[in-house]
């Protein structure tokens, strides 16, 4: 497993550490997963996908004051007692919050800046950190091709640090000789999802999404109509700006391609393929009004997810 000190290659592009996902802790607060968003927030808008927020918990039923929204008569109990009474409601302080993050060997690949798992890798660190700072019980499903550890959402330090521990070690577990199949499939992490956050939970996924089909877009309205589910899609520009004289060798572990885009129908074939990824959640997100923030593995991390947000930099 790769190591900063112990191996002077260590290239933070290709894998990440323990201290680089700790270090976003100080730009975290910058983000926001509450509903009332920056104005230049991806999640802000008429025609943006809105966030639910935290959900709300019984405190009390007392009698009825001036002033007191009238939404809020319990008219049962004002019924049976002659007088008006409300029921009184509080914010959730610690929403349970799951973010599911890819390293499979899929995401083992870039041709500019990051791999992909490192910008995944990042980018679920950066919001890990700002939901536990507002106060939410951070937990994970971190998953390679035949590896899975989950955690349960948990209101501590602690947890955050074992959630960034654990997805530093899959990150670098990842290599150019490990086989790309495997049994885990991004379907098993939804349902996994679905069995953990039953309700009023914040779900984010960070992948790119590979290998879906008709039982992910169900898996994926399941959850969006009881949670606040957003997805993270991280691609690369080899598929949609693929130049005429690129080479690229691709291997799965086992077999390995030579691939030259000099050749026409091979560049417009695996621009094809790898352009029309992000079309099914696109589609998704308007038929489920789920919130789709694409990253690129081509640039930082941290001023995409900034500008997602609408942060200003340097805050």
Same mark, same amino acid.
């Given at each position: 497993?790769?190591?900063?000190?112990?191996?002077?290659?260590?290239?933070?592009?290709?894998?990440?550490?323990?201290?680089?996902?700790?270090?976003?802790?100080?730009?975290?607060?910058?983000?926001?997963?509450?509903?009332?968003?920056?104005?230049?927030?991806?999640?802000?808008?008429?025609?943006?996908?809105?966030?639910?927020?935290?959900?709300?918990?019984?405190?009390?039923?007392?009698?009825?004051?001036?002033?007191?929204?009238?939404?809020?008569?319990?008219?049962?109990?004002?019924?049976?007692?002659?007088?008006?009474?409300?029921?009184?409601?509080?914010?959730?302080?610690?929403?349970?919050?799951?973010?599911?993050?890819?390293?499979?060997?899929?995401?083992?690949?870039?041709?500019?800046?990051?791999?992909?798992?490192?910008?995944?890798?990042?980018?679920?660190?950066?919001?890990?950190?700002?939901?536990?700072?507002?106060?939410?019980?951070?937990?994970?499903?971190?998953?390679?091709?035949?590896?899975?550890?989950?955690?349960?959402?948990?209101?501590?330090?602690?947890?955050?640090?074992?959630?960034?521990?654990?997805?530093?070690?899959?990150?670098?577990?990842?290599?150019?000789?490990?086989?790309?199949?495997?049994?885990?499939?991004?379907?098993?992490?939804?349902?996994?999802?679905?069995?953990?956050?039953? !309700?009023?939970? @914040?779900? %984010?996924?960070?992948? +790119?999404?590979?290998?879906?089909?008709?039982?992910? &877009?169900? $898996?994926?309205? /399941?959850?969006?109509?009881?949670?606040?589910?957003?997805?993270?899609?991280?691609?690369?520009?080899?598929?949609?700006?693929?130049?005429?004289?690129?080479?690229?060798?691709?291997?799965?572990? !086992?077999?390995? @391609?030579? %691939?030259?885009?000099? +050749?026409?129908?091979?560049?417009?074939?695996?621009? &094809?393929? $790898?352009?029309? /990824?992000?079309?099914?959640?696109?589609?998704?997100?308007?038929?489920?009004?789920?919130?789709?923030?694409?990253?690129?593995?081509?640039?930082?991390?941290?001023?995409?997810?900034?500008?997602?947000?609408?942060?200003?930099?340097?805050?």
């Amino acid at each position: 497993m790769p190591d900063k000190i112990s191996n002077p290659t260590f290239d933070p592009r290709v894998h990440v550490d323990m201290a680089q996902l700790r270090r976003m802790e100080r730009h975290a607060r910058a983000l926001s997963f509450l509903p009332k968003q920056p104005a230049r927030s991806a999640l802000n808008g008429r025609h943006a996908s809105k966030l639910r927020g935290r959900g709300l918990n019984f405190e009390e039923l007392r009698h009825y004051q001036q002033g007191d929204d009238i939404r809020t008569i319990d008219w049962k109990v004002t019924a049976r007692t002659g007088e008006p009474h409300v029921r009184v409601y509080t914010e959730e302080r610690d929403r349970p919050a799951l973010l599911l993050v890819d390293q499979r060997m899929s995401m083992f690949y870039g041709t500019v800046r990051n791999m992909k798992s490192v910008t995944a890798a990042e980018a679920a660190a950066l919001a890990a950190w700002r939901l536990r700072i507002q106060g939410d019980r951070v937990g994970g499903l971190v998953f390679g091709n035949d590896h899975i550890a989950e955690l349960k959402p948990k209101a501590s330090t602690v947890a955050l640090n074992q959630f960034l521990g654990i997805l530093a070690q899959a990150n670098q577990r990842l290599h150019a000789g490990q086989d790309a199949t495997g049994p885990v499939t991004l379907n098993a992490q939804l349902e996994a999802a679905v069995r953990i956050s039953k !309700t009023g939970a @914040m779900i %984010l996924v960070f992948s +790119d999404f590979d290998g879906i089909d008709a039982r992910t &877009e169900k $898996l994926m309205h /399941r959850l969006a109509l009881h949670n606040d589910l957003i997805l993270f899609p991280i691609s690369d520009p080899s598929g949609a700006e693929m130049p005429d004289g690129f080479r690229i060798v691709a291997s799965d572990g !086992t077999l390995q @391609m030579a %691939l030259d885009t000099r +050749d026409k129908a091979t560049r417009l074939g695996l621009q &094809e393929y $790898l352009g029309k /990824r992000l079309d099914p959640l696109l589609d998704w997100s308007r038929k489920y009004a789920i919130p789709v923030l694409p990253l690129s593995a081509a640039e930082e991390t941290l001023p995409q997810m900034l500008a997602l947000f609408g942060a200003r930099p340097g805050r």
